[in-house]
């Protein structure tokens, strides 16, 4: 509806409804967020960290509040015990993660020894098709094959320091964040509250961050019970197959399994290498990739539905879209935080009337119909 003039000249304006935005420009302001989050990725990364922690750890801080215990003191304690459990889980493996890294020459020589009898046929058909096409183009001179260029890359120890600074500051920063999360949480959602102008949108405010918390802390701690009860079982089976340092697979299969499929995949094909490396056939080397496939599937498919409920049940497509798309931001810290930024946008779609088809798509539930 246009501008209604009178008499006088003035105008009267006339409240309108704003209409939507055509899709290019939604595609092209999707598109500048994404590479915005991929280019300040070092900043951002850190502080998404230190949120999805906060909605993880806050419980236990309130908890401590009400056993009398300052906030302050509460999210030095919770923030310590994060820090003590993941130091001493990381130098509970250094041993014997340090009897595969040792000599990895070695270890790459006598594991394509053992598998020469795999690519010794994919050799061979290789060698045929560049006969073929040596026959086809009639050309098989030396001097016109293509002079390879070799790109000096750098070296690993600069690669290693500029990586390892980065991790340092971007530890300090998702700690001392989170730090003031916790401390400062309350704070923060009364200002939150006040600047809201009306008090439904007050309400829902409330609602929204107290949702997004009991969900994150609740998928959380809840995949966290589980991949502890599958690492120590694929831990123990490992150990029955008699595969050295059967605690680091365990472990590793407990850490990988906060990434949904990828995850699996990874500690198959790890567990197939070791195994290749630790036993004289191959028949037996699959032994020890196929419980950990079998294991791993029964989790996944009637285990971890059971315990999370429908509630908490997540659309496997945009599961793996969400590991993709955040994977292609953030590498694999972006994969590690993908599923709970995708239960975050669930919660909070869920809260919204203009959101609803987007919470329906997200959910993994199906609805019956009768037609």
């Known amino acids: ?13 006339i409240p309108v409804s704003a209409a939507p935005a055509p899709l290019s420009i939604r595609l092209l302001a999707g598109l500048a967020v994404a590479y915005t989050f991929y280019f300040a990725r070092a900043l951002l990364f850190p502080i ?8 993880l750890l806050r419980p236990i801080v309130r908890w401590m509040k009400r056993r009398r215990i300052p906030e302050e003191f509460g999210a030095v304690l919770v923030i310590a015990g994060l820090v003590g459990t993941i130091g001493y889980g990381a130098t509970r493996l250094v041993e014997p993660a340090q009897e595969w ?5 070695k270890k790459v020589q006598e594991l394509e020894s053992k598998l020469r009898s795999i690519r010794q046929p994919i050799a061979d058909v290789e060698n045929v098709a560049d006969k073929m096409n ?3 183009t009639g050309d098989s001179s030396e001097e016109n094959k293509p002079i390879k260029v070799t790109v000096k890359q750098p070296s690993l120890v600069n690669n290693v320091i500029s990586s390892t600074g980065q991790m340092m500051a971007g530890a300090a920063i998702t700690l001392a964040l989170l730090y003031f999360l916790l401390v400062r949480g309350n704070m923060l959602l009364c200002q939150v509250v006040q600047i809201t102008p009306t008090r439904r949108g007050k309400r829902d405010a409330v609602e929204l961050v107290h949702k997004i918390e009991q969900g994150v802390s609740s998928y959380l701690l809840s995949v966290t019970i589980i991949n502890v009860f599958l690492g120590a079982t694929i831990g123990i089976v490992m150990w029955l197959i008699g595969l050295p340092t059967p605690a680091l697979w365990g472990t590793l299969a407990a850490l990988l399994n906060f990434i949904p499929y990828v995850g699996g995949f990874v500690g198959c094909v790890m567990v197939f290498l070791v195994g290749v ?8 080397a699959v032994v020890a990739p196929l419980a950990y496939f079998v294991i791993n599937t029964i989790e996944g498919n009637l285990i971890t539905p059971a315990l999370l409920g429908r509630r908490m049940s997540l659309n496997p497509i945009f599961v793996f879209l969400s590991l993709a798309f955040w994977g292609w ?3 694999i810290g972006g994969v590690v935080l993908a599923v709970p930024l995708l239960t975050v946008i669930k919660i909070a779609s869920e809260q919204f009337d203009s ?3 987007l919470a329906t798509l997200l959910s993994g539930e199906t609805s019956n119909t009768d037609h």
């Open 329 to 331: 931001i953030w590498g």
């Open 1 to 13: 509806m246009s501008t209604a003039q009178n008499l006088s000249g003035s105008s009267s304006l």
């Open 277 to 284: 490396l630790s036993f004289d056939s191959l028949s037996s």
């Open 355 to 357: 959101l609803e088809s």
């Open 101 to 105: 890294f040792q000599h990895p020459e």
């Open 48 to 55: 998404v960290m230190a949120i999805i922690l906060a909605a």
């Open 134 to 136: 040596e026959a086809a």
